[in-house]
């Protein structure tokens, strides 16, 4: 079993900068694919990133603003927010698998429990 657990979070002004982090740990070998997932208070969960093999992929929501890198040496994926607005403001949660194909359905095998991302204006 793969254990994920997010840090970083917390609260920023509009136009500030977060650096997410999900560190991976457990039995980890073949897990290729994480990304990264934000829910909003009474909102359906988002996909935001993933990456797979060290090949980024961000969505259209935040593209331009937001980068998704890891470094495996650390276990750890990172999440780079840049200009944040307050619709970013989420429950962010990194989730993992073998495979990329249920992380872009959004039913990935492993989740973290959660950092919580707060932009104000």
Not at 36 to 44: C, K, L, V, Y
Not at 57 to 67: I, L, M, N, P, Q
Not at 74 to 95: H, I, N, R
Request: hydrophobic fraction near 30%; charge should be neutral; charged fraction near 15%.
């Amino acid at each position: 079993q793969a254990q994920l657990m997010e840090s970083g979070g917390g609260s920023v002004k509009a136009g500030g900068s977060l650096r997410i982090s999900c560190f991976l740990s457990g039995y980890t070998f073949g897990v290729n694919c994480v990304g990264w997932f934000r829910q909003a208070s009474g909102e359906e969960r988002e996909a935001v990133a993933r990456i797979y093999y060290g090949s980024p992929y961000v969505f259209d929501s935040v593209k331009g603003r937001f980068t998704i890198s890891q470094d495996n040496a650390k276990s750890t994926v990172y999440l780079q927010m840049d200009s944040l607005k307050p619709e970013d403001t989420a429950m962010y949660y990194c989730a993992a698998d073998n495979t990329c194909r249920t992380v872009a359905a959004g039913t990935p095998k492993y989740w973290g429990q959660g950092t919580q991302v707060t932009v104000s204006s």
